[in-house]
């Protein structure tokens, strides 16, 4: 079936360094979107990519997406210790209604 | 709005217990979904609706029930609960959009945490 993996698994920065985290799905997708979840709490929703190669920016944060459609990044630039959490992409292939997540990359930052 | 509200917050239920969790969204939203996620661990999506009286299974459906019978609430429905279930479980609703089916941005709920003895 269908996997979405992400790497790292875990990510440890020092505050003010910057961080990737990426997202490789073995089929196509039609969207993808990123979530990041804070401890205890519940995904809050950060962007949707749906064209192929596609460079999203929200502030300090890029996301972009592959041009085959496969595969997603986000990077953090120079880290701060609100950024903690867990950032999770989710994808959905064509014809489907089905969000794959990601394993997700759990993000520490140190002061 | 109260976005998407989980009932309860908290459970623990015996083995072969039966119970249902609510889930309900005043956005009007055609889409809504449950996932699992389990200690560090992704969400899995249970099942999913794309609209009143349409569901359809997930990845992990075995043991549970869903039923739309309104565009609001999305109730799961554990049959007959098993020490393999506890986890936290997430609703989530989100807009569909209807010509090209790519859904748009969701929106979870605080969640269930369910133990199972």
């Known amino acids: 079936g269908q996997q979405v993996m992400q790497i790292p698994q875990y990510q440890h920065v020092q505050e003010g360094e910057d961080f990737t985290t990426y997202c490789n799905s073995s089929?196509?997708?039609?969207?993808i979107q990123w979530y990041k979840q804070r401890p205890g709490g519940h995904p809050v929703f950060l962007i949707q990519l749906v064209k192929s190669g596609e460079v999203k920016k929200q502030k300090r944060l890029t996301f972009q997406f592959g041009e085959a459609k496969k595969n997603s990044s986000l990077h953090i630039t120079a880290t701060q210790t609100t950024d903690v959490g867990t950032y999770f992409c989710a994808g959905i292939t064509s014809g489907t209604y089905k969000y794959i997540f990601g394993t997700g990359t759990r993000l520490k930052v140190l002061a | 709005n109260a976005g998407v509200t989980q009932t309860p917050k908290f459970q623990v239920l015996k083995t072969g217990q039966s119970m249902t969790l609510q889930c309900a969204q005043d956005m009007n939203h055609e889409y809504m979904s449950w996932y699992r996620q389990d200690p560090g661990m992704g969400l899995r999506l249970i099942h999913y609706s794309v609209g009143a009286g349409i569901t359809d299974q997930g990845e992990v459906p075995n043991g549970y029930n869903v039923s739309r019978s309104t565009t609001e609430d999305f109730p799961l429905r554990l049959l007959s609960a098993a020490p393999s279930q506890t986890s936290v479980y997430f609703c989530?609703?989100?807009?569909?959009?209807?010509?090209?089916?790519?859904?748009?941005?969701?929106?979870f709920g605080p969640g269930t945490r369910l133990t199972v003895l």
């Open positions: 089929t196509t997708l039609s969207n």
């Open positions: 989530a609703s989100s807009y569909m959009s209807a010509t090209s089916g790519r859904g748009n941005e969701q929106f």
